[in-house]
């Protein structure tokens, strides 16, 4: 049970307790949503941070450590009675008697920092402040943590509380927005948290999934980043996919809150909520490698299929799961000690390769050692015909190449000969070299007639 540090009517007056570590924020006329992100954003500026739980037992409350006691301090009286948004979120704060908090659990109501970027449960911190791109409303009492004067009206702008979409096809959108997005016109017979994970986690880290089950068709889906909603939003709004067209818009809400029960299965039995924070399938979480993002195409690229795999189990994959067969496949001639194979795979239209991959990406497959190969795929930029093209226009270098070498090679050897051949015969007549002159000539057309003949078989 946490202490927060006495009763609410004290809230903002601090009086009879001594400065701490440790400060009780209350969010008075809370419109828009408040978790550790925002209460993180607005109080770094003052200090480390190292501890955040959020309390909803009366209203919107938050316990804040800080490293430093100066560093409470400071954060009290610069947020003391100011707004995060324009005209509402208002800020109270005063010192708790708590001198430390205690974090259970890492979420969007509690982390604990002092773990760096993973909590107990080796779930994942989102996003930190400044890839949020916070800026607080700065007309009347409302602060702005980073002293600047961006901040949310009331009027004219939608007010989200973190970064930019930069994309204005999407329903329902603003200027701001988060990471959670609305999904719209998904095939419930073909749509469920796990495939709709397949698709969403090539555009970002998709790590909480969440289907609407009094709103058929919709989902919730909430991704570490704004930047990866962005993609999402870019390359997936208005596309057509089993016979409906698929809609993004922007979500309300900052973050997908942890079912209190069991979720509601979907049609096909599966739960409507997954959290998939600890997926080994969330493509994008080294910072150091940055990896291009491509939306549908007619050609997916798949790897990590089990070796020697014919084009035959291919097709079966996406025959058995109730898709369209693909036109080609071609496998990438990798080194033979490679153990999985690769490859490119074709369908006439980018909807079918779409569908593909939505139903049949993460299928796990056997291999010959009696282990399970999981079946990746990714959309690709190439196409079957321009890699082939690529791999013969690279042979014929090859070759090019291969046929200069050998006559030059040739070349150096005949010039050889020549010499050793005028020095063994300079003490012959002067009709002599005229006669060897003739043959050198007439080897030297052998050889050349040779080399053409072993580039053209070749």
Known sequence: EINMGGSSAAHGSGLGRSPGRVILISVQNPIYPVDVHVVHSICTPHGH????VIIRKHGIQALVEFAAVESARQAKDALHNQDIYAGCNTLKIEYSTSETVNVRYNSED??????GSCGPDNSLWPAGPNQYNHSYGHQGNSYDGYGHGHGHTRHGKSMGYAGQWGVQSAQGWGEEAGCVIMVYGLAEAKFNCKTLFNLMCLLGNPI??????KKKGSAMVQFTNPESATEAATHIHGINLFGQTIEIGKSRSSSIQEPKRSPDPLIDGSPSYMNFSNSKFLRFLSNTKSRRITGPSVCL???NAPKGI???SLNAVFTSAGVK???RIEKFQDDISKRTDRGLIEWSSSQFATEALVVCNHTELENSAGGVNTLKLAFSTRSIGNQRKESKQQQDTDLSSDVIELASHRKDESKAQESASEAQKGTQNDDAPEKED???AQDSKVEEDETFQWGSDE
Do not use: A, G, M
């Open 325 to 327: 067969q693909p036109n």
């Open 310 to 312: 014919t084009e035959q």
């Open 208 to 213: 909480k999934i969440k289907f609407l089950t």
């Open 49 to 52: 941070v190292l501890r955040i």
């Open 110 to 115: 509690s982390w604990d920092f002092t773990l």
């Open 301 to 303: 690229h798949y790897f």
């Open 438 to 440: 003739s043959e050198c």
